[in-house]
């Protein structure tokens, strides 16, 4: 069973609130799963080898779909006399061909470009001498080093021929300082750029893989509630089974006659059961308590949390499809 995690943080409902990290899937954006087969044409631009490599990486560690071999993805193309500029129609279209051996098709270019420039200007710098503190004019010199990565991913369905473009334009730099006309020590572009593609691979990733996420959720405690505190205990250690039991007993002693409780105390044992039944992916049960603890506290977090959990169960009946037969890797 996954255990999910939030995509939103929750306002405080207590001072120091304690709060939990879990873990979630989150959905691919684009559904793409008519097959376990994908395959990658062959990038354009003088990143485009790099950005495919890293791209089929994530994809084959995943083991979501299975890549098409690059030799056999090779020799479609060479059986069916397309390039990459003959796949295209001109009204921007894929021609698929005998490429529906494919679920889909990936397709882009990306471009790494990088900048550099040395600046000087007087500053006030300072050293010290016997133990004293000496400033004296200067000239600061600096390196500054700014890559740019710019890409174009497209994302061909071949049961539909429906194009998803996904563009990225992104930036990063660096600067070294020396001074006293001292050089500045070199900026390691390699480096940036590679950081720069990191970042589009992971986010194509998400589009098309469900992804995990690790997100934060807060709990509530009770001085008139000691079980509160203690299933709190077990939920920091994702031990939520555990939890659950404990917070049914403060929802069991909220329920009855032997305490008198307030409206607000009640729904922190509520809260508390709904939050541990929905992150063991009980959603009935724990959208019920959820519900409940909404309705005797009208606060605005309780009610934030309910939609929050209703969007879990969405989610996670969409990674449920989306993971129907996974691949394990193997042709």
């Keep these: 069973m996954k255990r999910l995690a939030l995509a939103l943080a929750l306002a405080p409902l207590v001072a120091c609130t304690p709060t939990i990290r879990v873990q979630r899937m989150k959905p691919a954006e684009a559904n793409i799963r008519g097959s376990t087969r994908v395959a990658f044409v062959p990038f354009r631009g003088n990143d485009g080898d790099q950005l495919s490599n890293e791209l089929q990486r994530n994809v084959s560690q995943a083991n979501f779909f299975q890549i098409v071999d690059r030799e056999m993805m090779g020799q479609i193309l060479q059986e069916h006399k397309l390039t990459l500029d003959g796949l295209m129609e001109n009204d921007g279209s894929i021609k698929i061909g005998g490429l529906q051996s494919a679920g889909a098709l990936i397709v882009g270019d990306a471009t790494a470009r990088y900048d550099e420039q040395i600046t000087r200007e007087r500053s ?91 997100e934060e959720v807060e709990l509530v405690k009770d001085g008139d509630l000691p079980q509160l505190a203690e ?28 305490v008198a409780l307030s409206g607000e105390q009640k729904a922190k044992a509520f809260y508390s059961l709904g939050v541990a039944l929905v992150l063991q992916g009980d959603f009935v049960n724990g959208l019920s308590h959820l519900k409940t603890a909404a309705n005797l506290d009208p606060d605005e977090p309780y009610a934030r949390m309910l939609a929050r959990a209703q969007t879990w169960q969405q989610e996670a009946g969409k990674v449920s499809s989306q993971t129907a037969g996974a691949t394990d890797g193997t042709p």
Excluded at 127 to 145: A, H, L, N, Q, S
Excluded at 246 to 252: M, Q
């Design 124 to 214: 006030t710098c300072s050293r010290f001498e016997k133990g004293k503190r000496i400033e004296y004019p200067c000239t600061e010199v600096t390196r500054i080093g700014m890559a740019y990565y710019d890409a174009n991913i497209k994302i061909v369905d071949t049961s539909t021929s429906r194009v998803l473009p996904r563009p990225y334009r992104l930036k990063d730099g660096a600067r070294v300082t020396a001074i006293d006309g001292n050089t500045p020590g070199p900026i390691d572009r390699e480096q940036l750029i590679a950081g720069l593609r990191n970042q589009v691979a992971r986010q194509f990733s998400n589009v098309i893989m469900p992804h995990p996420v690790t």
């Design 231 to 258: 299933g709190n205990r077990f939920a920091k250690v994702n031990n939520f089974e555990a939890a659950a039991q404990r917070y049914t007993e403060a929802v069991a002693l909220a329920s009855g006659n032997a």
